[in-house]
């Protein structure tokens, strides 16, 4: 549905679908009746966890810094770059600028100036025009758009910090993840971030044998999955019944503990 993982769960809660992709940021805060979303809801149930997504801070390559936590504690103001406030992109990177303390991308920026804020295609083309010198964007390990881009202008990807990490992952479930020196030009080391899981979810009053199907395929047909999605490459199948936020589907946890995967 338009919206992505933001608009599926509504859609789900309200029964006009019963299977779809949402990410663990988006469960917790149904769950939670946090905005987004304008009540809480306890209607879905995992099948599977799946590829995480990574949380860049890109910027200029003239910016002296590593990591994100050494940019703020600088003091120096930065021109900011994302997407809409209810892109994932962008209530992730706010929670994560919550950890050190700020509120808003609007904390980051010289005063009386707006963060610039735009869809996919046009806020990278944006950027690439040096309209602002910051990007924040959710994508995989290794974005083959990304990588175009940095390869027009010379930037570098920001660390996230250890403590704030630890924290982000205690909260929320969000693993570390490591994208691999060289994955980007100009990037000579492993950059660490945050990464969001995808999950696949059902509405719990969806037959159990359904769900039980949909758990084998997704654990048993891996190996194709990865052919349509390269991102599928990077986690394990024990990975799939980790930080699914949600509980499992009777059905789905029936076929993970017969896999050995959860204990009966």
């Known amino acids: 549905t338009t919206g992505g993982a933001v608009a599926t769960p509504p859609v789900m809660v309200s029964g006009d679908a019963q299977i779809g992709l949402t990410q663990g940021l988006f469960l ?8 987004p979303y304008d009540a809480p809801s306890d209607e879905l149930r995992a099948i599977a966890s799946l590829e995480s997504t990574c949380l860049y801070f890109v910027v200029d390559a003239s910016y002296p810094y ?20 209810s892109a994932a992109s962008s209530i992730a990177g706010v929670m994560v600028l919550q950890e050190y303390g700020l509120n808003s991308f609007d904390e980051l920026q010289p005063n009386g100036s707006d963060v610039y804020v735009a869809d996919g295609t046009a806020l990278y083309e944006a950027y690439g025009d ?37 924290s982000l992952e205690e909260k929320y479930g969000w693993g570390e993840m490591t994208i691999p020196a060289d994955t980007y030009a100009g990037q000579t080391e492993d950059t660490v971030t945050t990464g969001i899981k995808s999950i696949l979810v059902v509405r719990k009053d969806v037959p159990d044998e359904l769900a039980y199907v949909l758990a084998k395929v997704c654990c048993e047909e891996k190996p194709y999955l990865e ?38």
């Open 66 to 85: 590593d990591t994100l936590g050494e940019l703020i504690n600088s003091g120096e103001k930065i021109k900011v770059g994302a997407m809409v406030a």
């Open 130 to 166: 040096h309209h602002f010198d910051m990007l924040i964007v959710n994508k995989s390990t290794s974005d083959a758009a990304l990588k175009e881009l940095l390869n027009n202008r010379s930037s570098k990807i920001l660390s996230i910090e250890k403590d704030v990490l630890s």
């Open 227 to 264: 052919t349509v999605q390269a991102s599928y490459k990077a986690f394990d199948v024990a990975d799939m019944v980790q930080n699914t936020v949600v509980d499992f589907h009777p059905g789905a946890l029936r076929y993970w503990q017969e896999a050995g995967l959860i204990a009966k």
């Open 28 to 35: 917790n805060k149904l769950l939670a009746g946090e905005a």
